[in-house]
């Protein structure tokens, strides 16, 4: 019960709106609003917004990426220092020549701090450098002291060196102690055994520089793990690779992977901050939003008040003149159209009631017994009725030639009589009227036609246009066959699961140009005197399958003329 009480409300409000002209203009109003919202909102709205959220992830990618490359670069840089150690054997020559005796302690102490001195004072990316001998770690010699808070830790940063070195082999590795980054490394003789450790004190400010600055830029966190320290300040989160969106704040994490000193890098960064472009587009979406109401409801007041209510006054006007109130004026006297419409409409109310008052309302209807007799017809049953009185007459008196043109005389009037309301039948019912008429032609050119048909079974039961097949004979009787005297004609029909094909070959007189001009406007559909039949199948084939019907008329064999039809099984 209400359901069906639902059905009926929605019924009513449907009819209202329908009928109405307030409701439907309002329909329309709301619509002109809906849709550059919608339009906006959705499509406009939402490509714009993720074509910004997708430019901002790029910037966000490519600056992150070169800042960690520029990074890496320094640190690459800072690995060849410490490799340069081993690799120009001014420290390994000075170990030998110690070791051999062929100096003293004093000299080897000398020659050391002058080549930390030269290497590594000048060098931005250094705040430290220090050298001890594995046999006598109390022989350090170091640069820069400054960093380091005491002999006390200085002892603790070459013990804690010391335990590392045992298991560092041929590698750098960095490392963090009493809050600063180091970089140290084994140094090898040529025969690979470890004669000292290279401690190197990294200026974590130049190293780290290309992150800090993007830090600051993009007012973000920068978290790096960087071989076995970090930054502690910052909180590291296990994130996979790449640029990630919590809803409130963006992550872009790259990992170095298996490298043997690896740079992971992580920025924390403020969602909103990084997308104001899209939250700022956003809110001027929603601002021409609320803006577009009072515009559209001024409009609506207009509409109402210039176009409704003087045809609703108008409306009001002809009910009345319709229930029989002739006379009837309305008050719209304005200067524009409906104004100029309103004194039309009272003048001619007020010129009908003259007329009706003066004619008394004069009979304007025409009889319909006349109309009818005009165009009665004679019933098309007495003429098949009238055939059958004649073949049975021919029958009694002996003569089948004339029985069997009657009968065949007959089918192709029930074709066009008897079926006239079935526009589709199967190819069987067809051929039935192909043979009717293939006997009249027969009869008429004997020997010289030979008739070929080239079925399938299965072709029989397919469905095509009454009356397709025997136009296209008595084409190709008058077009062919009977200028050349005589001929062949091939009927072709197959079918298979997409569509039946049809084809109407003959052998008669070969085609001219001017005759080719006459099929091609007869395959547009437009017949110019001849080719009606063809024209007619043509516009009747289109009218029921659309294009998806295939006409063809092939006259490239010199004497053969060759009508293809493709008939879908299916009516679109």
Same mark, same amino acid.
């Given at each position: 019960?209400?359901?069906?009480?639902?059905?009926?409300?929605?019924?009513?409000?449907?009819?209202? /709106?329908?009928?109405?002209?307030?409701?439907?203009? !309002?329909?329309?109003?709301?619509?002109?609003?809906?849709?550059?919202?919608?339009? +906006?909102?959705?499509?406009?709205?939402?490509?714009?917004?993720?074509?910004?959220?997708?430019?901002?992830?790029?910037?966000?990618?490519s600056?992150?990426?070169?800042?960690?490359?520029?990074?890496e670069?320094?640190?690459?840089?800072?690995?060849?220092?410490?490799?340069?150690?081993?690799?120009?054997?001014?420290?390994?020559?000075?170990w030998?020549?110690?070791?051999?005796?062929?100096?003293?302690?004093?000299?080897?102490?000398?020659?050391?701090?002058?080549?930390?001195?030269?290497?590594?004072?000048r060098?931005?990316? +250094?705040?430290?450098?220090?050298?001890?001998p594995?046999?006598?770690?109390?022989?350090?010699?170091?640069?820069?002291?400054?960093?380091?808070?005491?002999?006390?830790e200085?002892?603790?940063?070459?013990?804690?060196?010391?335990?590392?070195g045992?298991?560092l082999?041929?590698?750098?590795?960095?490392?963090?102690?009493?809050?600063?980054?180091?970089?140290?490394?084994?140094?090898?003789?040529?025969?690979?055994?470890?004669?000292?450790?290279?401690?190197l004190?990294?200026? $974590?400010?130049?190293?780290?520089?290309?992150?800090?600055?993007?830090?600051?830029a993009?007012?973000?966190?920068?978290?790096?793990?960087?071989?076995?320290?970090?930054?502690?300040? &910052?909180?590291?989160?296990?994130?996979?690779?790449?640029?990630?969106?919590?809803?409130?704040?963006?992550y872009?994490?790259?990992?170095?992977?298996?490298? $043997?000193?690896?740079l &992971?890098?992580?920025?924390?960064?403020?969602?909103?901050?990084?997308?104001?472009?899209?939250?700022?587009?956003?809110?001027?979406?929603?601002?021409?939003?609320?803006?577009?109401?009072?515009?559209?409801? +001024?409009?609506?007041?207009?509409l109402?008040?210039?176009?409704?209510?003087?045809?609703?006054?108008?409306?009001?006007?002809?009910?009345?003149?319709?229930?029989? #109130?002739?006379?009837?004026?309305?008050?719209?006297? !304005?200067?524009?159209?409906?104004?100029?419409?309103?004194?039309?409409?009272?003048?001619?109310?007020?010129?009908?009631?003259?007329?009706?008052?003066?004619?008394?309302? $004069? #009979? /304007?209807? +025409?009889?319909?017994?006349?109309?009818?007799?005009?165009?009665?017809?004679?019933?098309?049953h007495?003429?098949?009725?009238?055939?059958?009185?004649?073949?049975?007459?021919?029958?009694?008196?002996?003569?089948?030639?004339?029985?069997?043109?009657?009968?065949?005389?007959?089918?192709?009037?029930?074709?066009?009589?008897?079926?006239?309301?079935?526009r589709?039948?199967?190819?069987?019912?067809?051929?039935?009227v192909?043979?009717?008429?293939?006997?009249?032609?027969?009869?008429?050119?004997?020997?010289?036609?030979?008739?070929?048909?080239?079925?399938?079974?299965?072709?029989?039961?397919?469905?095509?246009?009454?009356?397709?097949?025997?136009?296209?004979?008595?084409?190709?009787? $008058?077009?062919?066959?009977?200028?050349?005297?005589?001929?062949?004609?091939?009927?072709?029909?197959?079918?298979?699961?997409?569509c039946?094909?049809?084809?109407?070959?003959?052998?008669?007189?070969?085609?001219?140009?001017e005759?080719?001009?006459?099929?091609?406007?007869?395959?547009?559909?437009?017949?110019?005197?001849?080719?009606?039949?063809?024209?007619?199948?043509?516009?009747?084939?289109?009218?029921?399958?659309?294009?998806?019907?295939?006409?063809?008329?092939?006259?490239?064999?010199?004497?053969?003329t060759?009508?293809?039809?493709?008939?879908?099984?299916?009516?679109?």
């Open positions: 019960m209400g359901k069906d009480t639902g059905r009926k409300t929605k019924k009513r409000l449907f009819g209202s /709106i329908r009928h109405s002209l307030r409701a439907q203009i !309002g329909l329309i109003v709301l619509l002109s609003y809906l849709t550059p919202v919608v339009l +906006l909102g959705v499509f406009t709205g939402g490509f714009m917004m993720k074509r910004l959220e997708n430019q901002t992830r790029a910037a966000v990618t600056g992150a990426e070169q800042a960690w490359t520029l990074t670069q320094k640190i690459e840089r800072t690995l060849d220092l410490a490799r340069d150690a081993t690799y120009d054997g001014e420290l390994t020559d000075t030998q020549k110690w070791n051999d005796g062929t100096i003293g302690d004093a000299e080897y102490m000398r020659l050391c701090r002058s080549y930390l001195d030269r290497k590594y004072s060098e931005s990316l +250094l705040s430290f450098a220090a050298f001890f594995v046999k006598n770690p109390e022989m350090l010699r170091y640069i820069r002291g400054g960093t380091i808070g005491g002999t006390g200085l002892q603790e940063l070459t013990d804690t060196v010391r335990v590392m045992e298991k082999d041929t590698r750098c590795r960095f490392f963090r102690f009493g809050g600063q980054i180091y970089l140290v490394r084994n140094l090898l003789n040529l025969r690979m055994e470890r004669f000292g450790m290279l401690i004190g990294i200026n $974590e400010e130049q190293l780290l520089e290309p992150l800090n600055e993007l830090g600051e993009w007012d973000a966190k920068v978290a790096f793990q960087l071989d076995d320290c970090g930054n502690p300040e &910052n909180e590291w989160v296990n994130l996979a690779q790449g640029l990630t969106d919590d809803g409130k704040e963006l872009y994490t790259r990992l170095a992977g298996d490298s $043997e000193n690896s &992971n890098l992580q920025l924390t960064m403020d969602r909103r901050k990084q997308y104001s472009e899209v939250y700022t587009f956003r809110l001027l979406l929603l601002v021409m939003a609320l803006l577009l109401i009072p515009i559209m409801v +001024l409009i609506g007041v207009y109402s008040r210039r176009i409704v209510k003087p045809l609703t006054l108008l409306s009001a006007a002809s009910r009345r003149i319709e229930e029989g #109130e002739p006379g009837v004026t309305v008050p719209l006297n !304005g200067g524009d159209e409906l104004g100029r419409l309103g004194r039309s409409f009272s003048k001619m109310s007020l010129r009908l009631k003259e007329l009706i008052d003066k004619t008394y309302k $004069e #009979e /304007i209807e +025409l009889k319909n017994a006349q109309i009818l007799a005009l165009q009665s017809r004679i019933n098309p007495f003429i098949n009725n009238a055939l059958e009185d004649i073949n049975w007459q021919a029958r009694m008196e002996g003569s089948e030639s004339i029985s069997s043109m009657v009968t065949s005389l007959s089918v192709l009037l029930n074709a066009t009589m008897a079926r006239q309301d079935r589709l039948v199967t190819l069987r019912e067809e051929m039935e192909a043979e009717a008429y293939i006997y009249f032609i027969q009869q008429r050119f004997g020997s010289d036609l030979t008739m070929n048909r080239e079925i399938e079974e299965k072709a029989l039961d397919g469905i095509l246009p009454l009356l397709t097949i025997q136009p296209l004979l008595e084409n190709a009787v $008058e077009h062919g066959i009977a200028p050349a005297g005589g001929g062949t004609i091939t009927i072709r029909c197959s079918l298979n699961d997409a039946m094909h049809i084809e109407i070959i003959n052998t008669g007189r070969e085609t001219g140009k005759d080719r001009e006459r099929i091609e406007a007869a395959l547009h559909g437009q017949p110019t005197g001849k080719h009606l039949g063809l024209a007619n199948i043509v516009n009747r084939l289109r009218l029921i399958y659309g294009e998806s019907v295939e006409i063809r008329v092939d006259t490239d064999t010199p004497g053969q060759t009508v293809s039809i493709v008939i879908p099984r299916e009516i679109p």
